[in-house]
């Protein structure tokens, strides 16, 4: 097998390509592109998703009612990540990452032309699409980023943070687009929108091909010919078998959507644990390595708090925003899904003047433990935020500013800035060689068992009173900030080379 490519020292991009975006390396360019548009459908897509299932059926809708319709979407976040499992052992085992990638957006742009017809079974066959797209795409494409920068490249941290600067960019403006065709035309013109964003995604990421790091077809970690086969066998074979069973049961009547999401709830809770009891255990993982894994296990459980805050932009925040939230900012009337596309706003404003602040500070700016706390904290204070506008309310006809949903947005998107790239940073430098694309995925099973914690929590949506709701969970996100700026001295000493 070829160790040639590895995460902690990738193979060097193409010559006079190292500082040619932004004093980036220009395959830089062509993530971030492809990310630009991957998150335009996918996020456009999910800002009204959750208004698609609780709208009248009149309306083209699918008649949930609001807890269950954030449960749904909850889990289907959930099964994305999850996947992601699957899509870095792929890339490391079979695939390759450049394959791996590009597989996983043709996969998500299926997805979403499926959700354009407008039936129940094809957004359901459209929603397993993406799924599987996204599990294929989203560790790999990262963890590409990663292989552009050698470990002590001080530019690392700031590439990552160019790089979700673009991921943003797709995330402002798929809202707005999506939302528009949603609420004016239909939510099934909405979803044809997204298919089309992930195509313009897949064009530039083949004409921008020779600019990767790693792009070779071969994976860097390949199984031995006899064992590919069988792996492929097994996989074809588990997932035919998986559908079937799955088909049996929903036809009995077992299957319902309640226990559907209960199921990938404690899917999300055993896989991380095996995942880390796998890589801890393994002979291909050096004792060094599995010292760096340990302060990992607290970087994952802060990404799991800090997404189950981030994900409810896109469920209950925007239903709270449909609901009890004014759609009019100085004279001008939007669609409650725009909501969605402040966050990304925020973020692509903040994103380079954070990462020209890490510039400027180089080795005194904050240890990454501390950087991925703060945006805990961040988060569940865009939570807390929330309980002032709800308070003293005596019914929910209610109509709170504009601004307060923007606040809070504010708040989660400049925490979301300072956890994802420090954390996706710090994860292609603290993967064990043997497991890199996996360690992403493994960063993004903290995403899955956010959703999954979530499906079962928003249930409580509409039950509890929104103060409550809101002050309880962002009470709990800040405790946990807390909590892991006084274990920082212990995380500084472990997680060497990271700083």
Not at 230 to 253: E, P, S, W
Not at 274 to 302: I, K, N, Q
Not at 429 to 453: C, E, H, R, V
Request: hydrophobic fraction near 55%; aromatic fraction near 12%; proline fraction near 4%.
């Amino acid at each position: 097998m070829s160790h040639s490519t590895a995460a902690t020292e990738p193979a060097q991009p193409p010559p006079g390509d190292d500082h040619a975006f932004f004093g980036q390396p220009r395959g830089l360019m062509t993530l971030s592109g492809l990310e630009v548009w991957e998150r335009f459908s996918f996020l456009g897509m999910q800002a009204i998703l959750v208004l698609f299932f609780a709208d009248t059926v009149a309306n083209g809708g699918m008649a949930m009612d609001p807890g269950t319709a954030a449960s749904v979407a909850a889990a289907y976040g959930t099964l994305v990540y999850l996947v992601s499992v699957a899509g870095g052992w792929l890339a490391d085992r079979i695939l390759g990452s450049y394959r791996a990638v590009l597989y996983g957006g043709i996969l998500i742009a299926c997805g979403h032309y499926s959700m354009a017809v407008p039936t129940d079974a094809m957004t359901w066959v459209g929603l397993g699409l993406i799924s599987a797209g996204t599990g294929l795409l989203k560790p790999n494409v990262a963890s590409m980023v990663g292989k552009l920068y050698r470990t002590a490249d001080e530019r690392r941290d700031a590439g990552f943070a160019l790089y979700y600067m673009g991921i943003n960019i797709g995330a402002f403006a798929g809202p707005l687009i999506t939302g528009w065709l949603g609420e004016h035309w239909s939510w099934h013109w909405g979803f044809s929108a997204a298919a089309i964003g992930m195509t313009f995604g897949l064009i530039q990421y083949v004409a921008g091909r020779r600019h990767l790091a790693g792009r070779k077809h071969a994976a860097e970690f390949a199984l031995a010919p006899d064992a590919m086969r069988r792996a492929v066998l097994l996989i074809v074979g588990g997932a035919v078998a998986v559908a079937l069973a799955a088909t049996a049961l929903a036809l009995a009547g077992w299957l319902t959507m309640d226990r559907f999401v209960d199921v990938l709830t404690v899917i999300s809770v055993i896989a991380p644990v095996v995942y880390f009891v796998v890589m801890f255990r393994s002979p291909r993982v050096t004792a060094e390595e599995r010292g760096r894994l340990r302060p990992y296990v607290v970087l994952f459980l802060g990404s799991v708090v800090f997404n189950f805050i981030l994900f409810q932009a896109y469920s209950t925040m925007i239903l709270l925003a449909s609901t009890n939230a004014r759609t009019e900012i100085l004279g001008f009337t939007f669609p409650a899904s725009w909501y969605a596309s402040a966050l990304g706003a925020f973020e692509v404003a903040l994103a380079p003047v954070v990462a020209a602040v890490w510039v400027k500070m180089g080795p005194r700016q904050p240890h990454a433990s501390n950087k991925i706390a703060f945006g805990v904290i961040l988060g569940g204070l865009s939570f807390l935020l929330m309980v002032l506008p709800t308070s003293g309310h005596a019914d929910d006809v209610y109509r709170m500013a504009a601004w307060w949903i923007v606040g809070s947005y504010l708040l989660l998107g400049l925490g979301d800035i300072l956890l994802e790239t420090s954390g996706m940073s710090a994860t292609t430098k603290l993967a064990p060689k043997a497991f890199a694309s996996q360690t992403m995925a493994l960063w993004f099973l903290s995403l899955a068992l956010a959703n999954g914690i979530q499906a079962q929590i928003v249930k409580l949506y509409g039950e509890v009173s929104n103060p409550a709701y809101f002050g309880v969970n962002g009470a709990i996100a800040v405790a946990a900030g807390v909590a892991m700026i006084l274990a920082a001295p212990w995380l500084k000493r472990t997680m060497h080379p990271v700083h």
